[in-house]
T-cell receptor, first 115, second 115 residues
Framework: AQKVTQAQTEISVVEKEDVTLDCVYE???????LFWYKQPPSGELVFLIR??????QNEISGRYSWNFQKSTSSFNFTITASQVVDSAVYFC????????????FGTGTKLQVIP | GAGVSQSPSNKVTEKGKDVELRCDPI?????LYWYRQSLGQGLEFLIY????????KSGLPSDRFSAERTGGSVSTLTIQRTQQEDSAVYLC?????????????FGSGTRLTVV
């Protein structure tokens, strides 16, 4: 069975601080996909990134970066120089091979960036 | 359409009544998913449709829940004899069946309140 754990329920940081959101996953599949989604106060989930299990390269996109480590089954998300607009709930998710099957979501981490 | 459209955006119903929630996916997306997000919780998978294949109903919480997808496009999630624990935001998502790095596109959800 698949499982995604986001141990941090809520995090508060002051604007311009860096923050890392943790994600640990469990799966028996050798091929799987990992995702991060952002859910701002408006409620609509916004896709941020999709990684497959064969690609452990870290990825950077602007102020966002992701650290995928199969050895620890983790897929952590770092926001550098946080901004108030980053305030949202962030979900880590996992799906089976192909990524078109059901996606298992973590319970989310609520990030509050204080000006 | 340009995005995933869900209606109604809000629904208040009396306990014991039936409700229908509608999802109109992005044109050309063959995969459609329903998720439920209860207050302060993660996203709970309900059901997944892929083209003409039999849907994956493994997430439906009880036989009061059913969903159909007509013509491979619009989907309706029906909850019969609603209970207060059914109160949640019901999210629909769609994706292309072919390989994509764009993840799932979610609608804004239907907030269901059972009183």
């Amino acid at each position: 069975a698949q499982k995604v754990t986001q141990a941090q329920t809520e995090i508060s940081v002051v604007e311009k601080e860096d923050v890392t959101l943790d994600c640990v996953y469990e799966t028996r599949d050798t091929t799987y996909y990992l995702f991060w989604y952002k859910q701002p106060p408006s409620g609509e989930l916004v896709f941020l990134i999709r990684r497959n299990s064969f690609d452990e390269q870290n990825e950077i996109s602007g102020r966002y970066s992701w650290n995928f480590q199969k050895s620890t089954s983790s897929f952590n998300f770092t926001i550098t120089a946080s901004q108030v607009v980053d305030s949202a709930v962030y979900f880590c998710a996992l799906s089976e091979a192909g990524g078109y099957q059901k996606v298992t979501f973590g319970t989310g981490t609520k990030l509050q960036v204080i000006p | 359409g340009a995005g995933v459209s869900q209606s109604p955006s809000n629904k208040v119903t009396e306990k014991g009544k039936d409700v229908e929630l509608r999802c109109d996916p992005i044109s050309g997306h063959t995969a459609l998913y329903w998720y439920r997000q209860s207050l302060g919780q993660g996203l709970e998978f309900l059901i997944y449709f892929q083209g003409n294949s039999a849907p994956d109903k493994s997430g439906l919480p009880s036989d009061r829940f059913s969903a159909e997808r007509t013509g491979g496009s619009v989907s309706t999630l029906t909850i019969q004899r609603t209970q207060q624990e059914d109160s949640a935001v019901y999210l629909c998502a769609s994706s292309l069946a072919a390989g994509t790095n764009y993840g799932y596109t979610f609608g804004s959800g239907t907030r269901l309140t059972v009183v």
